[in-house]
């Protein structure tokens, strides 16, 4: 049994080391020129504008119009189009629909030399070229080709609204579209002609869906079925086709950019106050409670890591995440929680040896007495990092939903950040039950079955 109980210690350290090593260094093999990545490092961290440096503007309808909630939504599926059709994926994009602004945050591209973020962000806000098109052909870069570049049936402004819709036969959602007068003849024809054929749908050069036609459509009503379509997919397909429908030009409010080399040294003056804040915390615990202090830093180490690889996507069940400097000190903050709840245990441990218990019982009791504490100091915690990530995250999210009471007071300008600090603080506390008091409970108590380190001084005591 205590051969058994002391293998654990050695365990758990290994998993900490392999998690430790992995996390920062990744696993990647090449093969010829190409890198294959297995588990991304430290170093493919995605971060932030205001670390990276980048764009940040806001838009808002030209000429003074009052947009509604839907026509927003529709000029925010054409942002988006357009960052990801220009490959920038890691973007920030926010609605205020009180004030009828759009806010807009993408980082620099990576080694970019010449890039113009005044043409870039002119070139979001221009009009939507949204067309109906006979086929589905397209060329090498994905572009219309043959008789689809050819062949335009409807234009944006042949289109009344799409809204998403359900069908009350099979329950699917489905896109519902209403035709002007203009597009109804012209609509008609076409699928009457392309009855088993195709009609793709276009935003600028970007094919958005393609749906098959079944029947014609004379009475300037279709609806677009997809087995595939959810929800959302329905209602961002809907706005993306509203979108080519704007009676509004989007115009400039704002524009700022934030310089790379401000942004990296500010992260790198973080990055070394946190090394050197770890490593005078593990100082001082190993002082004062000596062999439990030289545990709470293997878990120390643990958790950070594991708060690192909860950003890089490490685990599948989390994608990777965009990391600001409000992150990082959501990631020091929560360390430093942690550190309380290994004083907190440590010091259970010392009292309960020097009022006379043995060894054995005085580690159960001071790990037993110490979760209470620890666990309604963190719990009020993660209630604090769930409001954050609610109230400044995406508003399509779970926590979103539940705190939407919340998110409504406050601006749009500042959910990025904030979102980051709280997603950095709810990784941390979950790291530090998982680590901080889960993986050092298990190594003390695999370690202490060692006779030569049973003395209770070792453990704090002041025998």
């Not at 009292?351 to 620890?374: C, H, P, Q, T, V």
């Not at 109230?391 to 904030?418: C, D, H, Q, R, Y």
Request: hydrophobic letters at 45%; proline letters at 3%; aromatic letters at 12%.
């Amino acid at each position: 049994m205590k051969k058994t109980r002391g293998f654990v210690f050695f365990v758990v350290l290994a998993l900490i080391a392999a998690l430790t090593y992995t996390t920062f260094f990744g696993i990647s093999w090449w093969y010829g020129d190409t890198e294959h990545v297995i588990i991304k490092g430290a170093d493919s961290i995605r971060w932030g504008i205001d670390i990276r440096g980048g764009v940040d503007c806001t838009f808002k309808p030209a000429d003074g119009f009052d947009a509604t909630k839907d026509q927003l939504n529709a000029a925010v599926s054409v942002i988006k189009t357009r960052l990801i059709t220009n490959n920038i994926t890691d973007y920030e994009v926010y609605t205020d629909y009180d004030q009828d602004r759009i806010i807009v945050r993408f980082p620099w591209k990576p080694d970019e030399t010449d890039f113009d973020p005044e043409k870039a962000v002119d070139e979001l806000g221009e009009t939507a070229l949204l067309t109906f098109r006979e086929g589905d052909e397209k060329d090498e870069n994905g572009a219309p080709a043959g008789v689809t570049k050819e062949k335009v049936i409807l234009e944006g402004n042949d289109i009344e609204k799409a809204e998403m819709a359900v069908n009350t036969q099979n329950g699917q959602y489905v896109v519902r579209l209403v035709l002007k007068d203009s597009g109804k003849t012209k609509f008609s024809e076409a699928t009457g002609r392309l009855i088993g054929g195709y009609i793709s749908i276009w935003m600028d050069e970007t094919e958005i869906s393609a749906p098959q036609v079944r029947d014609q459509i004379t009475g300037g009503e279709a609806v677009i079925e997809n087995p595939s379509f959810t929800a959302e997919t329905a209602r961002e397909l809907a706005d993306k086709i509203n979108s080519g429908a704007l009676p509004f030009k989007l115009e400039r409010e704002s524009f700022n950019t934030i310089s790379p080399t401000l942004g990296q040294s500010a992260k790198d003056v973080m990055v070394l106050a946190g090394v050197i804040a770890f490593i005078l915390i593990c100082i001082m615990m190993i002082l004062i409670y000596r062999l439990p202090g030289v545990i709470a830093c293997f878990a120390l180490a643990a958790q950070v890591s594991g708060m690192v690889a909860l950003v890089t996507g490490y685990f599948p069940v989390f994608p990777s995440f965009t990391l600001t400097l409000p992150g990082i000190a959501g990631i020091i903050l929560s360390t430093g929680m942690a550190v309380d709840a290994n004083v907190i245990t440590n010091a259970r441990i010392k009292e309960e040896i020097n009022a006379g218990k043995s060894l054995d019982a005085a580690l159960r009791a001071g790990y037993d007495r110490a979760f209470s504490s620890i666990f309604d100091g963190n719990i009020t915690v993660i209630i604090v990092a769930l409001i954050l990530m609610g109230a400044f995250g995406p508003t399509n999210s779970f926590v979103s939903t539940m705190f939407s009471f919340i998110f409504k007071w406050f601006g749009a300008s500042a959910e990025g950040l904030v979102y980051s600090f709280g997603y950095t603080l709810f990784a941390g506390v979950l790291m530090n039950f998982i680590m901080g008091v889960g993986a050092s409970k298990l190594m003390l108590m695999g370690i202490s079955r060692f006779k030569f380190l049973r003395n209770p001084w070792l453990y704090g005591g002041d025998r």
